[in-house]
């Protein structure tokens, strides 16, 4: 594993920082399929995401986690921005740093995300045609989940008051005040409404997880962009890449897989479900992402 950065090239005049795996027999005269590994909203490379990569490496394939602009180590202004929008491009800035690693096989470069980074993945697949083969794990459409709720109870009308408070956090950020913040999973386990949610804290907060990169909430003024974000937009006509989804049978998440699921024209598209696990527990889980590299391995190995 190596730590790279490597600029940004969307115009942001940010340095990315990644963890960059390679294969256990690497040759630097032959040339290889890629994984770009999105981390989820409020993580950073070094928790789940990394944590793929290296397995992914494990299976012959270079695989990069990185940190997403202004998240993490990489750089950017204000710190823990949580723009959707950047975050898609974040993927494609990978991608182009990976086309110029001469041992990367440029036609053979696939993406997957784990919770909101396997939502910024589809939505980069839908733009970047570069991506031949996507795969998600406990997919979170960050913007379905922000108007809609984790149990997908709340109707987007119901939504405007956190738009509203984007638009004020954004007047406060521009008188100088200090950053307002939301938190991206609960700070505190008594603020988690349920148990996949109080393993969420768990995660970001305790030792279960926590990293120093990784501080759990994100800029308020990002409520603009989330709230009226879709990942999966026009997925119906431009997501035809192979597509697998990974999802537990006891995720309150699973309905967003299901929606990609059912929207995506790909003629390639299945549904992989660990049976008895949560959202969370595809983070770090043991078996659990034993059981989710057991399908995505053999996943990228045929489509890349």
């Not at 005269?29 to 890629?34: E, F, I, L, R, W």
């Not at 954004?170 to 950053?179: F, H, L, V």
């Not at 700070?187 to 988690?192: F, H, R, T, Y």
């Not at 959202?279 to 770090?284: E, S």
């Amino acid at each position: 594993m190596n730590k790279v950065t490597f600029p940004n090239t969307n115009g942001l005049d940010i340095t990315i920082a990644g963890l960059l795996n390679l294969p256990a027999d690497f040759d630097e005269t032959k040339t290889y399929p890629a994984v770009v590994v999105s981390h989820p909203g409020g993580g950073v490379k070094e928790q789940t995401a990394g944590t793929y990569a290296r397995k992914l490496a494990e299976q012959g394939f270079v695989a990069i986690a990185y940190d997403a602009s202004y998240q993490g180590e990489s750089t950017g202004e204000p710190r823990q921005l949580e723009n959707p929008h950047v975050r898609t491009e974040d993927v494609s800035a990978v991608i182009d740093y990976l086309t110029t690693l001469p041992y990367v096989d440029n036609d053979r470069i696939g993406a997957m995300g784990i919770c909101a980074g396997a939502g910024y993945t589809a939505n980069a697949a839908i733009n970047d045609r570069r991506i031949k083969a996507v795969g998600t794990v406990s997919m979170v459409n960050i913007g379905q989940m922000f108007r809609n709720g984790w149990d997908n109870n709340v109707k987007d009308s119901d939504a405007i008051p956190y738009i509203q408070a984007g638009s004020d956090s954004r007047t406060s950020d521009a008188s100088g005040n200090d950053i307002a913040t939301i938190p991206m999973a609960p700070l505190k386990e008594e603020d988690a409404p349920n148990e996949e949610l109080r393993q969420a804290w768990e995660y970001y907060h305790t030792d279960r997880a926590a990293y120093c990169t990784a501080p759990g909430f994100a800029t308020a003024r990002s409520l603009n962009q989330i709230i009226t974000y879709d990942a999966f937009f026009k997925a119906e006509a431009f997501l035809t890449q192979p597509l697998l989804t990974v999802v537990g049978s006891n995720a309150g998440s699973k309905w967003m897989s299901d929606d990609l699921m059912a929207r995506a024209a790909s003629s390639s598209k299945n549904m992989y479900i660990v049976e008895g696990a949560n959202h969370m527990d595809l983070y770090d889980g043991e078996s659990e992402i034993t059981e989710a590299i057991s399908v995505l391995a053999p996943f990228f190995t045929s489509n890349l």
